[in-house]
């Protein structure tokens, strides 16, 4: 659920719901509606049973997204979440909901799944807002993800190798201190930036596992090119004439390119006209 990143045009009228009512920062968003007790276990509930469609579906697993600041992370951030209640209020209260939403998801898979199912967590590691999420309260959040059974731990951010936004002073790179806090409990995926072979390489040398997001999206066939040899051939721009090839709407390219923020190792454009043939690889 995006929670209050949504609005009420995309949910045909009805208010966005969030942890509190409270706006997003952010310019453009609707003031949502304050989530009731007995909605919230509905919410919990309902994460649950999309657990259970995709174990039905014959999926392998699942993630549970606690990034980007949808309705999982709107609970965790002090900034959204500004309830008085058992759902709010110090780091553990506002850490209920996330956890509850993984317990949840654990009683399912262990109920239904005739398989090996995986479940994934995925985390925004700090927040700009104040008040807002900080590094010390994603350590926090992974020392409680120790005590459950999640499989791996997913982090997000628009460059692997960043140093926190929030806090200039600390200079260590963000998702170093977050493998070394892990500890090897699970296994860290880090993703942002890894535009070419080489740039997932170096990262999958310091990390247990890399995922790539843009690039699929430019080049489809990224991971077989590269499995090919054929590295050349890959596209990293994409021109107007691919785009119907391709699948991709200029619409959504745009929103791609707006919320990239010029983040190193995003290649998307729709301005000029580039091939694999011209481009050369950093």
């Not at 045909?12 to 989530?35: D, H, I, K, M, N």
């Not at 919230?40 to 999309?50: K, L, M, R, V, Y």
């Not at 398989?115 to 999420?133: C, H, K, T, V, W």
Request: aromatic share 6%; hydrophobic share 40%.
């Amino acid at each position: 659920s995006a929670g209050r990143m949504s609005n009420s045009k995309i949910l045909r009228g009805e208010q966005p719901v969030s942890a509190s009512a409270v706006a997003s920062p952010r310019a453009g968003y609707e003031t949502p509606r304050a989530l009731t007790s007995a909605e919230i276990e509905a919410t919990i509930h309902d994460f649950g049973q999309a657990v259970r469609r995709a174990i039905l579906a014959g999926f392998d697993g699942i993630e549970l997204h606690g990034a980007n600041t949808y309705l999982i992370q709107q609970f965790y951030s002090p900034n959204s979440n500004r309830r008085t209640d058992e759902w709010g209020g110090d780091r553990d209260k506002r850490m209920r909901f996330p956890l509850a939403v993984v317990h949840e998801a654990e009683k399912v898979i262990a109920t239904i799944a005739d398989r090996p199912f995986l479940l994934g967590y995925r985390i925004s590691p700090e927040e700009l807002e104040q008040p807002g999420i900080t590094l010390d309260d994603t350590l926090a959040l992974i020392d409680a993800l120790k005590q459950t059974k999640i499989d791996y731990l997913h982090v997000s951010q628009s460059d692997v190798w960043r140093t926190s936004l929030r806090n200039p002073e600390d200079t260590a790179i963000m998702n170093e201190q977050i493998r070394d806090h892990v500890a090897g409990a699970f296994p860290v995926i880090v993703v942002g930036g890894l535009k070419t072979p080489a740039d997932a390489e170096k990262a999958a040398d310091s990390f247990d596992l890399v995922a790539i997001g843009h690039e699929m999206i430019c080049e489809p066939h990224w991971v077989q090119k590269v499995l090919d040899h054929d590295e050349k051939a890959i596209r990293y721009q994409i021109a107007p004439a691919d785009l119907e090839e391709l699948g991709i709407a200029p619409t959504f390219l745009d929103f791609i390119e707006s919320i990239s923020g010029g983040a190193k190792g995003v290649p998307l454009t729709t301005a000029q006209s580039v091939t694999s043939s011209n481009v050369t690889q950093d």
